[in-house]
């Protein structure tokens, strides 16, 4: 359950908007709940095959997340000490990385639901919080926070409290710390290569 969970996290997530704008959690909640709609109906679509909904996924990624952005977040401070042409060459490797995983990972449902339980303002920020499901009977809460007042992009999610860019901000940290950013680069190209 837990990789589907991070992987519906991260399709209705990740996407920054430039301007600082007020916050608007009525707003926000409508566009939590209509993307997590659209993604699910797509994963429980048993007339779509697996092939076929990774594609859609990834195209719903595509367009509602930015990748600049989580990219840079996720690198921290290694970020700022690479040079112009890693910069490029790490955001080239991590976009296909983040699509094909989490994708490939959305594409197992077994039957989760969520309720939308509550949205307030964080900043200029909002933050919705959903109650997913599981048809054992597991709950788990996840908050996201999102900027915009009507151009709705998320900025972060939290699952029971954790931060799932800040967990990938750590991994990827200590692989730069072992193995330099062009060694992060290369993992992400052979993972991307092994799911095809």
Sequence with gaps: MKQFLS???LA????VSQAAVA???AGAKSFVDTLATQVLALVKDEGVSASDKKTKIESIFSDKVDIDFVAKFVLGKHWRNATPAQQTSYVGAYKPFILK????????Y???TYTLKNAR?????SVVTMEINDPNGQKVNVDYKIKGDSNFKIIDIAVEGVSLLTTQRSE??????????????DALTKQVAAKG
Excluded: H
């Design 12 to 15: 209705v997530t990740l996407t």
């Design 101 to 108: 995983n989490y994708a490939a990972k959305l594409t197992k």
């Design 110 to 112: 077994s039957g989760q």
């Design 23 to 25: 916050a608007n959690p």
């Design 121 to 125: 303002a964080d900043g200029d920020a």
């Design 7 to 9: 992987s519906l996290l």
């Design 172 to 185: 990827f940290n200590g692989i730069v710390e072992r193995k330099g950013l062009d060694g992060l680069i």
